[in-house]
C-alpha cells in the first residue's frame, strides 16, 4: 500500500533539508525518523494484512476504511520523532480517536480495537531489534525508544476515548440509534474527516519547506 500520494511531495521537501551532524554515540532522532519513514510503505502492508487475517468478514466499503487508518496513522508516525512533533502531535491524536470511532461503528469492542493498534507496536518493536537504525553499529537510544513507545500510547488512549465517545452517542445521543452504521456510511464519514487530517498534515510541511528553502536563500 503505498503513502499517502497526496503528501508525498511535501514530504520529501523536508526529507530534502539538510540534517544536522548525527551523534555517532547512539542513535538520534533524525536516525530514527529516517529509519520509520523508510519502512511506511512495508509497515502499512503488513499492519493491513494482519488487520484482515483476524477474518472479520466485513464489506468492502468497510475495508477501504480500515485501509484509510492504517495509511494515514502508519504515515504520521515518523513526524511523531522529528522536528515536527509538536506540530503533527494533535493531528495524530486526532486520527487516533476517529480510529477508536470509526471502529466502534465497524462493530468492535474497544479491545478489539485497541489490539489492532497493538498490531503496529508489535510490529515496529519486531523490526527495531531485527533490522535496527544504521545497521545497528550503534546502540538504540532509550530516549528515542520511548518516545516511540509514548506516540504508540496516546494512539491507544485516544482511539480508546474515540470508540467511547461513539457509542455514547450510539446508545443515548439519538432516539433513532438502531446499532452498526452501513459500511458506505462509514467510509463516506472517515474520508470526510481524515481529508481535513490531511489537509492540515499539507500545510505544515508546505509551510515547513517554504521556510527552509527561504533561510537557504538567504545564506
Not at 67 to 89: I, K, T, W
Request: net charge negative.
Amino acid at each position: 500500500m503505498p503513502v499517502i500520494p497526496s503528501e508525498q511531495a511535501a514530504t520529501g521537501s523536508i526529507q530534502e533539508q539538510k540534517r544536522p551532524e548525527r551523534r555517532r554515540g547512539r542513535v538520534g532522532p533524525a536516525d530514527l525518523t529516517e529509519w520509520l519513514r523508510g519502512r511506511v510503505p512495508q509497515l502499512q502492508e503488513r499492519w493491513l494484512h494482519e488487520i484482515r487475517a483476524r477474518g472479520l468478514g466485513q464489506s468492502p466499503a468497510v475495508e477501504r476504511v480500515v485501509e484509510m487508518f492504517v495509511a494515514q496513522l502508519v504515515y504520521l508516525l515518523p513526524f511523531l520523532m522529528g522536528p515536527h512533533r509538536d506540530q503533527m502531535q494533535p493531528h495524530w491524536d486526532c486520527v487516533s480517536e476517529l480510529f477508536g470511532s470509526i471502529a466502534a461503528k465497524r462493530g468492535l469492542a474497544a479491545g478489539e480495537a485497541i489490539e489492532e493498534i497493538h498490531i503496529l507496536r508489535e510490529l515496529v518493536i519486531r523490526d527495531l531489534y531485527r533490522d535496527p537504525p544504521l545497521g545497528g553499529k550503534v546502540p538504540l537510544s532509550l530516549r528515542e525508544v520511548l518516545r516511540l513507545s509514548r506516540a504508540l500510547d496516546r494512539c491507544v488512549t485516544h482511539a480508546s476515548v474515540g470508540h467511547t465517545d461513539a457509542m455514547f452517542f450510539q446508545f443515548f445521543g439519538s432516539e433513532e440509534a438502531t446499532g452498526v452504521v452501513s459500511g458506505d456510511d462509514i467510509a463516506g464519514e472517515a474520508e470526510a474527516q481524515l481529508e481535513t487530517v490531511r489537509s492540515q498534515v499539507r500545510e505544515i510541511l508546505e509551510h515547513a519547506s517554504t521556510a527552509a528553502n527561504g533561510r537557504e536563500r538567504e545564506n
